[in-house]
């Protein structure tokens, strides 16, 4: 990738990170100019935006562990290794994430003061 293009993708990488649903128009043309030069970054934009939309939009546990179990499953089909720690580690916590649903505590704060 030439120079000028890495120095594009570094300093624009927090859109990638935006929901999609989040970015005015001006950063939507940005989005769609970087996924066009890589198959593999649209790839993963998609399973990020599926994530956003499958899981964190539900109102409960129940709905959410259904989301959560299809979304695995199509990050699992996949060819992008770059996920395995990934799902590794939300299979592993799987039922304490998908009880952060119901309740709404947290022991963020906690482990921000250990940090």
């Known amino acids: 990738m030439p120079k000028e293009l890495r120095i594009y993708f ?55 562990s259904k989301a959560f179990n299809e979304w695995l499953r199509r990050v699992n089909e996949t060819v992008l290794k770059e996920f395995n720690a990934c799902t590794s580690t939300f299979t592993n916590w799987f039922e304490e994430i998908c009880n952060s649903f119901d309740y709404e505590f947290t022991n963020g704060p906690l482990e921000g003061t250990h940090t």
């Not at 939507?28 to 934009?45: G, P, T």
């Open 10 to 64: 570094k300093r624009s990488r927090s859109l990638l990170i935006k929901s999609a649903k989040k970015l005015n128009s001006d950063e939507a043309n940005r989005v769609s100019i970087m996924l066009n030069l890589s198959e593999d970054l649209k790839l993963v934009y998609r399973t990020k935006e599926l994530f956003y939309e499958y899981f964190l939009t539900h109102p409960n546990s129940t709905r959410a």
